[in-house]
């Protein structure tokens, strides 16, 4: 039986575990900030959530993302 995939990884790559992992981090440390009401580190979770985000793409970028479909990055 022959099978052939053509799934992009869904993100499975270090990338994506980078990015997630920071940004995870980030909304832990909001969600305390907001409860406990501390807003300057409200607004530095969410730079950091960003922050995330950017690493995550020029890691993407670097070459540590999922390949696309077709091989390409």
Known sequence: MSFESADPGHGHST???TAVTIML???GIGTVAFFF???????????LLLVGLVAGWIMAKAGYGAASVDGSH
């Open 15 to 17: 990338a994506a575990w």
């Open 25 to 27: 981090i980030a909304f």
């Open 37 to 47: 009401e501390v807003v300057w580190l409200v607004w530095a979770a969410a730079v």
